[in-house]
């Protein structure tokens, strides 16, 4: 029995797309139960390679492809919901959003509009960039890729042809080139290798193999059957075994690429035509491009409006809306410009309806987010920017994905006592309060703080990874070398391995070890709080709002170090009283406490600081009157 040819419709790609999506879904919506189905991702870059390469491989062979009409196709596929999503997500955000998140929401549209989401988004990355939970359109990086893949693509499959190079020849050689940068960047340059096109293009590439090598392929049920039954246990394994923890894309990509290849060669096995072929599965098939554009920011901006984590019920009833809207978009957006006879007015007015999209993005962006939007103390107080300046950022809180040493200026070298504050950018963020405290006191400060990696010694578990644990030990190691006389340990969680770091500081110096407590944790955002407030009860938000005391986990802490031989200092027993945590010591720009979750500004940290200095230097034999309100 004869395969059908590459671009013949086969409702078991439909099967293919529908568990593609499904897995990205899931992974978004219950990403401690499919943690790994970001590969939904992945299945999709090797089915679009498949159906496009098969496209322009048969027209250029019947010599009647056509550039424009395939861009033409492109534009008829892609921009009639993507205009509908990238519109419909201004408007929540408009009611939502700080200016300086409305303004990057502003940017993102810009562009995704423009098939440029993943340039923006690594151009973005970075320890303090808008966290992924708060950006609607964070998921559009692959449609970026994708687009920026059919730019060129075409024109090579051409110049291939003109040449007599022959398909696969080219494919695989592009393919083997793009898998050599994937592999070589991903330790070094992790966000780069996500997010550009020229490390993912091999898998694109892979589909277009497929497709280039259609005819050869064994065609007999049993040897479809094993085909379609590896692919389906690669993929399996990917979603089961991968975390978002891992270096992706790297080697572990080969998993859901081989998987969706090995499912794409088989459309006779028993699998593809019984389950992939289902009408369920073809009907989610059909949808999946809306329900990809639709779900993640309705999940971002439920979350955002409720103020609180999403349960178990919001999370699905948030799904099926996606699933609702993905229907309504496709029956009554897609068809409507998709199918029927190609005419050029609906080309050309989807082109200028994006424009359009993409000038609203701009007007966001220029305008600073549209701040008229709020009150003119809402407006200021809000405006919390991070320090990176004067936490040293880059010099002394260094960013382990591409830093792995400390500047030589991180150390007073002609100041004692020698306070070491270790700790990850929650430490980083006392600095100004420690800097405002040696104009009165006479004490040298050596930073070591490293992002995202608490003060642990043979600690793995931090998103830092290995690097954390090796930053640590070169800590541990200039304490010795230093001789410090104090050496102050924090960050946003501390755990019992840290008992292992005051352990080995107690057994190799002789410095006094004091361990600061965790600073509150703004589930939001301490701004997005400021916004929220003003929204339901139309006034500034208190001085101390939120959980107050008492923490058990302080206490905690207290118990396990203190018998150690440690000082404890519980930041919370100053930021915090029984009515709440503070919020803001003024009503003006810059008076916020925090600037985001867990970063003080550079008020509070003086207020911090100021409050715990006596004895952070002295001991807990000093007085400590300045310690409460």
Same mark, same amino acid.
């Given at each position: 029995?004869?395969?059908?040819?590459?671009?013949?419709?086969?409702?078991?790609?439909?099967?293919?797309?529908?568990?593609?999506?499904?897995?990205?879904?899931?992974?978004?919506?219950?990403?401690?139960?499919?943690?790994?189905?970001?590969?939904?991702?992945?299945?999709?870059?090797?089915?679009?390679?498949?159906?496009?390469?098969?496209?322009?491989?048969?027209?250029?062979?019947?010599? $009647?492809?056509?550039?424009?009409?395939?861009?033409?196709?492109?534009?008829?596929?892609?921009?009639?919901?993507?205009?509908?999503?990238?519109?419909?997500? #201004?408007?929540? *955000?408009?009611?939502?959003? #700080?200016?300086?998140?409305? %303004?990057?929401?502003?940017?993102?549209?810009?562009?995704?509009?423009?098939?440029?989401?993943?340039?923006?988004?690594?151009?973005?990355?970075?320890?303090?960039?808008?966290?992924?939970?708060?950006?609607?359109?964070?998921?559009?990086?692959?449609?970026?890729?994708?687009?920026?893949?059919?730019?060129?693509?075409?024109?090579?499959?051409?110049?291939?042809?003109?040449?007599?190079?022959?398909?696969?020849?080219?494919?695989?050689?592009?393919?083997?080139?793009?898998?050599?940068?994937?592999?070589?960047?991903?330790?070094?340059?992790?966000?780069?290798?996500?997010?550009?096109?020229?490390?993912? &293009?091999?898998?694109?590439?892979?589909?277009?193999?497929?497709?280039?090598?259609?005819?050869?392929?064994?065609?007999?049920?049993?040897?479809?059957?094993?085909?379609?039954?590896?692919?389906?246990?690669?993929?399996?394994?990917?979603?089961?075994?991968?975390?978002?923890?891992?270096?992706?894309?790297?080697?572990?990509?080969? +998993?859901?690429?081989? *998987?969706?290849?090995?499912?794409?060669?088989?459309?006779?096995?028993?699998?593809?035509?019984?389950?992939?072929?289902?009408?369920?599965?073809?009907?989610?098939?059909?949808?999946?491009?809306?329900?990809?554009?639709?779900?993640?920011?309705?999940?971002?901006?439920?979350?955002?409006?409720?103020?609180?984590?999403?349960?178990?019920?919001?999370?699905?009833?948030?799904?099926?809306?996606?699933?609702?809207?993905?229907?309504?978009?496709?029956?009554?957006?897609?068809?409507?410009?998709?199918? *029927?006879?190609?005419?050029?007015?609906?080309?050309?007015?989807?082109?200028?309806?994006? %424009?359009?999209?993409?000038?609203?993005?701009?007007?966001?962006?220029?305008?600073?987010?549209?701040?008229?939007?709020?009150?003119?103390?809402?407006?200021? +107080?809000?405006?919390?920017?991070?320090? *990176?300046?004067?936490?040293?950022?880059?010099?002394?809180?260094?960013?382990?994905?591409?830093?792995?040493?400390?500047?030589?200026?991180?150390?007073?070298?002609?100041?004692?006592?020698?306070?070491?504050?270790?700790?990850?950018?929650?430490?980083?963020?006392?600095?100004?309060?420690?800097?405002?405290?040696?104009?009165?006191?006479?004490?040298?400060? %050596?930073?070591?703080?490293?992002?995202?990696?608490?003060?642990?010694?043979?600690?793995?578990?931090?998103?830092?990874?290995?690097?954390?644990?090796?930053?640590?030990?070169?800590?541990?190691?200039? &304490?010795?070398?230093?001789?410090?006389?104090?050496?102050?340990?924090?960050?946003?969680?501390?755990?019992?391995?840290?008992?292992?770091?005051?352990?080995?500081?107690?057994?190799?110096?002789?410095?006094?070890?004091?361990? #600061?407590?965790?600073?509150?944790?703004?589930?939001?955002?301490?701004?997005?709080?400021?916004?929220?407030?003003?929204?339901?009860?139309?006034?500034?938000?208190?001085?101390?709002?939120?959980?107050?005391?008492?923490?058990?986990?302080?206490?905690?802490? $207290?118990?396990?170090?203190?018998?150690?031989?440690?000082?404890?200092?519980?930041?919370?027993?100053?930021?915090?009283?029984?009515?709440?945590?503070?919020? $803001?010591?003024?009503?003006?720009?810059?008076?916020?406490?925090?600037?985001?979750?867990?970063?003080?500004?550079?008020?509070?940290?003086?207020?911090?600081?100021?409050?715990?200095?006596? $004895?952070?230097?002295?001991?807990?034999?000093?007085?400590?009157?300045?310690?409460?309100?």
């Amino acid at each position: 029995m004869l395969l059908p040819p590459p671009d013949r419709y086969r409702p078991d790609i439909d099967g293919l797309r529908a568990v593609a999506v499904l897995a990205v879904v899931a992974f978004h919506a219950f990403p401690t139960a499919v943690h790994g189905g970001f590969v939904g991702v992945d299945i999709f870059f090797v089915i679009s390679g498949f159906l496009i390469t098969g496209i322009i491989e048969r027209e250029i062979g019947e010599e $009647r492809f056509s550039l424009a009409a395939f861009y033409a196709r492109r534009v008829r596929r892609i921009f009639p919901a993507l205009i509908v999503v990238l519109g419909a997500v #201004l408007i929540p *955000g408009w009611f939502w959003m #700080l200016p300086g998140a409305y %303004a990057q929401l502003g940017s993102d549209v810009f562009a995704s509009a423009a098939f440029a989401a993943n340039i923006a988004l690594w151009l973005q990355s970075g320890y303090f960039d808008v966290e992924a939970a708060n950006k609607p359109l964070l998921h559009l990086w692959s449609l970026g890729i994708e687009e920026q893949f059919y730019l060129l693509w075409p024109l090579v499959l051409l110049l291939a042809t003109r040449l007599r190079l022959g398909l696969i020849r080219v494919a695989i050689a592009l393919a083997l080139v793009s898998f050599a940068f994937n592999v070589a960047l991903i330790a070094s340059h992790s966000v780069a290798t996500f997010y550009l096109p020229f490390t993912r &293009a091999w898998e694109l590439l892979a589909g277009g193999v497929l497709a280039g090598a259609w005819n050869g392929i064994d065609q007999a049920r049993v040897a479809s059957d094993r085909r379609a039954a590896a692919g389906a246990v690669l993929i399996a394994v990917a979603i089961v075994v991968l975390t978002p923890t891992r270096a992706f894309p790297g080697w572990w990509a080969v +998993l859901p690429v081989a *998987g969706s290849a090995l499912l794409l060669s088989a459309p006779q096995a028993w699998g593809c035509q019984k389950l992939l072929a289902s009408l369920p599965m073809v009907w989610v098939g059909q949808i999946s491009y809306p329900l990809y554009l639709w779900h993640w920011p309705l999940l971002v901006f439920f979350a955002m409006i409720k103020f609180t984590p999403l349960t178990l019920a919001d999370r699905a009833l948030t799904v099926l809306l996606s699933i609702a809207l993905a229907w309504a978009t496709y029956r009554f957006v897609e068809i409507p410009f998709r199918f *029927g006879r190609p005419r050029p007015f609906k080309v050309a007015s989807l082109a200028g309806a994006m %424009a359009l999209t993409a000038f609203a993005g701009a007007v966001v962006l220029r305008n600073a987010g549209l701040d008229f939007r709020l009150p003119e103390d809402i407006r200021s +107080l809000a405006h919390a920017t991070i320090q *990176g300046k004067k936490w040293r950022l880059g010099e002394c809180l260094i960013d382990l994905s591409s830093q792995s040493a400390f500047a030589e200026s991180c150390v007073d070298h002609d100041r004692r006592p020698l306070l070491i504050v270790w700790g990850d950018s929650t430490a980083g963020a006392l600095m100004p309060g420690l800097r405002k405290a040696q104009e009165t006191r006479d004490f040298g400060i %050596a930073q070591f703080t490293s992002s995202a990696c608490i003060p642990a010694i043979n600690a793995d578990t931090s998103p830092a990874g290995p690097n954390c644990r090796a930053i640590n030990d070169k800590v541990l190691q200039l &304490a010795r070398q230093l001789k410090a006389d104090i050496v102050l340990l924090t960050g946003i969680y501390l755990d019992h391995q840290v008992m292992e770091t005051v352990a080995a500081l107690k057994r190799d110096t002789s410095a006094r070890i004091v361990v #600061l407590g965790p600073v509150p944790f703004w589930k939001r955002g301490l701004p997005n709080e400021v916004l929220h407030y003003y929204i339901l009860h139309h006034s500034l938000i208190p001085e101390h709002y939120g959980v107050g005391l008492p923490d058990r986990y302080d206490a905690w802490l $207290r118990t396990e170090l203190v018998p150690a031989g440690a000082e404890f200092i519980s930041a919370r027993d100053v930021l915090c009283t029984k009515e709440g945590c503070l919020t $803001r010591l003024g009503e003006k720009s810059g008076d916020l406490s925090a600037s985001d979750t867990t970063h003080l500004t550079e008020k509070g940290s003086v207020f911090l600081i100021s409050a715990i200095i006596d $004895r952070l230097l002295v001991g807990p034999s000093q007085p400590t009157s300045n310690m409460k309100f």
